[in-house]
């Protein structure tokens, strides 16, 4: 088989802007596929996955920018495209919203046919339906609407032979959703008002629709042009005409939410970031996420503990998710499994640890009340069968020896490995300090003294000092404290729930205007 023929471009819709809403084959083809190229308007946090997902995967941004002469031409794009294919590569061709949608879909897949490359298409969510439905405006309704016209913006509409008939539009009735229509705005409003349409025929334009920056103006079908001017909206924008943008005054939901508007920094090892993540922009935050730390494995501590003979041990202590995970590998690594640890009682530092040892269908015979290393010593300091026996600490490296030196004293023999270290992660630093220089950040989270340092590393001090921190526990508020940045807040207990929990505590407790919302 040729390369040429073992080569397959996709043509995925990335949908409006929320990762949420890539389809599933989208994303399933993201973390096998060899490069993506991507739309200016598909969300970056898209690639961002797939890259962690995927590190060896290519990434191009052929992103068309209005008026930016270092932009892609349709041209190079498909030529990129035909390129790849030819090389046996399998190619994600990331497009903003639906490729058949205003997306010029058809006409990469036209030159890829007449190139003899394999292509399929994967639709996506098309921003017309997708930014209405979060500015809580539905498209179509009964009584209201039945039927829905979606049009380009950028035809002119005062030149002698337009492209659309605006005349039919306003005498049709139903929905007119605008894509890409800011700048030709006062030109259709007026053709529209000439042909007949009310002057209180109600009108919205929403800028980033689904994004976690939204803003949404309401208007009418006479105004919305100066409306859109007065708020300083620019593309993307999505136009809504017709009866049912009244409707958003009952059915808006997106921009209710608590943490709408607001920008949050998550600082935690890439592989954890997750959950905390997931949970602000559930909540409506915009999060910009920046891996402070990367956890490295330490091989030799991994080959020492699947040589490790558990049942001359007495306690095991796991002190980290992440202590958790690689000592699993290890132990599968060497063929074993739960059972190694059969005869050993078994202690974690605090909940979400426990929750990582339940997933291998363990669970711990000591957890703290308060998730730091005194907590767990002072629990196990309690007890009648823990003086003068045989501990295994398992931690990171560099880790306190709060706990350790305590049991020693206790009369313990503990052994200490050392299972990984956590080194600074470059990705996106840069980016991640352009964002913050240009516009205000609501609040940064953290869930460790190390992150602290990272995020200092990352930024600089004085960029990072004008944050606000939300701290997960004591020894992290400690770290926070010595960086000369300020306190804002920090968690009842050592979780990601209660995190996010006090995150949103403070941030909803504090005036704050979420943007655009007329």
Known sequence: MTAEARGLVYLVGAGPGDPGLITVRGHQLLRVCDAIATDALANPGIVDGARRANPAVQVYDVGKRGGDRASWSQDDINALLVRLGREGKRVVRLKGGDPFVFGRGSEEALALAAAGVAFEIVPGVTAGIAAPAYAGIPVTHRGLATSVTFVTGHGDPTKDEPDVSWASLAQAGGTIVLYMGVKTLPGISRALLEAGMSVDTPAAAVQWGSHARQRTVVATIATLADAIMHA??????????????????????????????????????????????????????EVLEMPALRIEPLDDARERLARTTFQEYDWVIFTSQNAVQIAWDALRSAGRDARAFAALRIACIGRATNDSLLTHGLSGDVVPARFVSEGLLDALAARDDVRGRRVLYLAAEGARDVLPDGLRALGCDVDVISLYHTTPD???????????????????????????????????????????????GPITSDAIREAGMTLAAEANEASVTSLVETTRAFLTATEHAAPGQH
């Open 232 to 285: 300083g909206l620019s593309a993307p924008v999505i136009t809504i005409i017709g009866d049912v943008v009244a409707l958003r005054d009952q059915i808006a939901w997106f921009e209710r939410r608590p943490l709408f508007g607001r920008r949050i920094v998550v600082t935690r090892a890439s592989a954890q970031a997750a959950g905390v993540r997931d949970a602000l922009l559930e909540l409506g935050a």
């Open 426 to 472: 470059e990705t996106d630093r840069e980016a991640l300090r352009k964002a913050m220089s240009s516009s205000h950040v609501d609040a940064a989270t953290f869930a460790s003294a190390s992150a602290v340092r990272g995020f200092l590393d990352a930024i600089g001090a004085a960029l990072a000092r004008t944050v606000p921190a939300i701290s997960i």
